[in-house]
Antibody, heavy 118, light 110 residues
């Protein structure tokens, strides 16, 4: 199983960024997928989930309509669109898969750093 | 606002036993919260240890076990080794589409 992340970087407050997570080594279209983040020196925080088919999507309360999780099962890729970014969104963002009807995070990506700074 | 609480830190002697817990501010933790546990060392992504309360992920040593103890999810390390030194995080599934992480426990083996 490999989850290879890309798309992080430095962005100004109020701007947008799109993160990607390319999957291989498992049947991507059969797995739910999550985004989890970790602010510098802090703990882990769940961000968003999409079901295997993309029909069901859930977000943490702090997202407040600013982030959108999506997936392309034809390309085995997960995305997270980040809009209206603020300094509090500065974090290492991880993608993780969730097999079948399970609720846990199984395999993790390497993380991609998002820094929001003027 | 519901929060998940873990002990900030624990110290254990090599060969000793330590039990980390995961409490839910809104009430008792049960198997319906599908407790899961992860470990993380500095600069590395998390690694899954345990899910559905007590199912070990592939490759996780048997010295790690999960349970529900006094209305909390628990992770016990029996016969701690030096390379068990790490941060440990629990996750509870608290409602449809809501996952909450605990703040993490830093385990020191000395």
């Amino acid at each position: 199983v490999q989850l290879v992340q890309s798309g992080g970087g430095v962005v100004q407050p109020g701007r947008s960024l799109r993160l990607s997570c390319a999957a291989s080594g498992f049947t991507f279209s059969s797995y739910g997928m999550h985004w989890v983040r970790q602010a510098p020196g802090k703990g882990l925080e769940w961000v968003a989930f999409t079901s295997y088919d993309g029909r069901n999507k859930y977000y943490a309360e702090f997202v407040k309509g600013r982030f959108t999780i999506s997936r392309d099962n034809s390309e085995d890729t997960l995305y997270l669109q980040l809009n209206s970014l603020g300094a509090e969104d500065t974090a290492l963002y991880y993608c993780a898969n969730s097999p079948g009807a399970r609720t846990h995070f199984d395999s993790w990506g390497q993380g991609t750093l998002v820094t929001v700074s003027s | 606002q519901t929060v998940v609480t873990q002990e900030p830190s624990f110290s254990v002697s090599p060969g000793g036993t330590v039990t980390l817990t995961c409490a839910l501010s809104s009430g008792s933790v049960s198997s319906r919260h599908f407790p899961s546990w992860y470990r993380q060392t500095p600069g590395r992504p998390p690694r899954t240890l345990m899910f559905d309360t007590n199912i070990r992920s592939p490759g996780v040593p048997h010295r790690f076990s999960g349970s529900i103890l006094d209305s909390r999810a628990a992770l016990t390390i029996t016969g701690a080794q030096a390379d068990d030194e790490s941060d440990y995080f629990c996750v509870l599934y608290v409602g449809v589409g809501v996952w909450l992480f605990g703040g993490g426990t830093k385990v020191t083996v000395l």
